[in-house]
């Protein structure tokens, strides 16, 4: 019984979460190859927002980036 309400409240939780979030791609540098990872962010929140000098982040419809293109302007 009492993992039934631990999995009803985790589901819960999820929809919660799921409802009010959304899915964001970033792409970072790491040991010198381009890596490619999903983050959430706030649904009212741009993804561009989450992007730094070294991690670039796109909407989740706009992922189909080219990655020599992140960061031009820091390449030597």
């Known amino acids: 019984m009492k993992k039934v ?10 929809m919660l979460v799921s409802c009010e979030t ?7 540098s790491v040991g010198g190859h381009w890596t490619k990872n999903e983050t959430y962010a706030d649904a009212s929140e741009k993804c561009s927002n989450l992007s730094t000098n070294t991690r670039k982040c796109v909407e989740s419809y706009e992922e189909d980036i080219d990655p020599s293109e992140i960061g031009i302007e820091y390449k030597r």
Do not use: D, G, Q, S
């Open 22 to 28: 959304k899915t964001c791609v970033c792409y970072e």
């Open 5 to 14: 309400i631990i999995l009803m409240a985790v589901f819960a939780t999820t």
